[in-house]
């Protein structure tokens, strides 16, 4: 599948070059014969360094006050756990999944080959939904791994056009997001096959590989509640238990329950699936430069230590892969201080006060964000992207993202994508110097407005 994944994506960056766009270009080759990865100027002028930004944020002053980061955090606990009281079914949501496997012909896309998918295949997948019996059960339960929520009961890739800027990998439309081990959920219906679960919780919903969860019940649920909550504040940290274990692996946007805090690390605990498919409580030490205790004290330095760990990281569409788009990195960024974010960008522009921009002019909009803009609690906010508004450097508005690529246009009025395809801080402009970049499709012209998160 990965060497699928790597021959398909050359596949487009060659043709966008054959049709005469600037981007997404090649960059050029090393003596080693690797690549050095695509770039646009401000990755050059800006600092690469979040440091840099909290420095001249103020490093250690409170973003939130200690009231209102305790109003946060019940917040996120109340939000956490919400999916285990789920009494009956999002109607609306249901009914966008059943339409979804009703696509025929040309509507279902491309499949992982990038050949239209196959009529066979679709209406078995489809059949296998099994929607005319929805819902079919009502069960709480628990993520034990780090899985996926997808549009469909399978784990193939929809693409809507291959040969398509943006349209094509790594937008596997069937890919709805990225789910932590011990996350929350309720399921309420199950493929025919057994292989997958239909569930809601109060980030998204959609199939997930039924392996992925545990049943839980109403005594591990009142164990698992009452605990403080304990967040993961880096990537790939392995939960061991005290045999030896290996329990799960947890990522920066992981919140378990903390029993314990012996002073040097903290205990937390773990679900696991026993062979019936129902979650038993595992305990894992980890130490503090892995996790902390919630909320963490919303400073600038701390926001810069926690977003260090996401700088340069893969672009993921819906968690492709492992990896985050931008909603995604902006979610977990926030998570260890407790703020809870909505998974998509247009309800994270929701989250907060919200100024419209859109009656601006693009430097009149810089203005604006400049001067009413909050260092490191600021979002700023475009139909499909979203991200973290740092300071000023360089008399510009400084901006951390996680960005597939800058639009192009050719001569010929063909788009195309100039692929950074990782996190970077760069101006709301990035990408003004390539000549195949338009106006029109710069960031900052695009951007509809700013969004201050906790405004006190």
């Known amino acids: 599948m990965k060497a699928i994944w790597r021959h398909g994506a050359w596949l487009v960056l060659t043709a966008a070059l054959l049709t005469g766009g600037c981007g997404p270009k090649l960059p050029a080759p090393t003596v080693s014969g690797e690549y050095r990865p695509a770039l646009v100027r401000d990755m050059e002028l800006f600092p690469q360094n979040l440091d840099w930004f909290a420095e001249r944020a103020g490093n250690d002053v409170l973003l939130r006050s200690e009231a209102h980061a305790a109003e946060d955090a019940a917040r996120f606990h109340t939000l956490l756990y919400a999916a285990w009281d789920i009494t009956r079914p999002g109607r609306g949501n249901a009914d966008f999944f059943r339409a979804e496997l009703a696509r025929s012909g040309s509507r279902r896309g491309y499949a992982e080959n990038f050949q239209p998918w196959d009529e066979s295949r679709w209406r078995t997948m489809a059949?296998?939904?099994d929607w005319p019996r929805f819902p079919s059960v009502r069960m709480a339960a628990i993520t034990v791994r780090a899985?996926?929520?997808?549009l469909a009961p399978t784990a193939l890739p929809r693409f809507e056009r291959p040969d398509a800027p943006g349209q094509g990998y790594p937008f596997d439309l069937f890919q709805q997001t990225g789910l932590p081990p011990g996350f929350p959920l309720m399921l309420l219906h199950r493929s025919r096959d057994g292989a997958w679960y239909y569930a809601e919780n109060s980030?998204?919903?959609g199939w997930v590989a039924a392996d992925d969860v545990a049943l839980v019940d109403q005594a591990f649920q009142r164990i698992w509640r009452v605990l403080p909550l304990a967040?993961?504040?880096r990537d790939g940290v392995s939960l061991w238990d005290q045999s030896g274990t290996w329990l799960a692996r947890a990522n920066l946007g992981t919140v378990l329950p903390l029993s314990r805090d012996d002073g040097s690390g903290l205990h937390v605990l773990v679900p696991v699936r026993d062979p019936e498919g129902r979650a038993l409580i595992a305990t894992a030490r980890v130490n503090r430069e892995q996790a902390a205790a919630?909320?963490?004290p919303l400073t600038p330095r701390r926001m810069a230590a926690v977003g260090a760990t996401l700088m340069g990281q893969a672009y993921g569409w819906g968690g492709l892969n492992g990896d985050r788009d931008c909603s995604a990195t902006l979610r977990d960024l926030f998570t260890p201080f407790g703020l809870w974010l909505p998974?998509?960008?247009a309800s994270q522009a929701k989250s907060g006060r919200f100024v419209d921009l859109t009656a601006d002019a693009p430097d009149v909009r810089e203005?604006?964000?400049?001067?009413?803009g909050r260092p490191f609690l600021t979002l700023l906010w475009m139909p499909g992207h979203i991200g973290l508004y740092l300071g000023e450097c360089q008399g510009q508005a400084a901006f951390f993202h996680n960005l597939w690529g800058v639009r192009t246009r050719d001569a010929n009025g063909r788009e195309g994508r100039h692929v950074l395809g990782r996190a970077v801080i760069t101006s709301t402009r990035p990408g003004r110097e390539l000549p195949c970049v338009p106006d029109d499709a710069l960031l900052l012209n695009r951007m509809k407005g700013m969004t201050l998160l906790g405004h006190d």
């Open 231 to 233: 967040a993961f504040i």
């Open 294 to 296: 919630m909320p963490l």
């Open 127 to 129: 059949t296998n939904a």
């Open 343 to 345: 998974r998509n960008s």
């Open 147 to 150: 899985t996926s929520l997808r």
């Open 203 to 205: 980030l998204a919903c």
């Open 367 to 372: 203005r604006h964000i400049l001067a009413e």
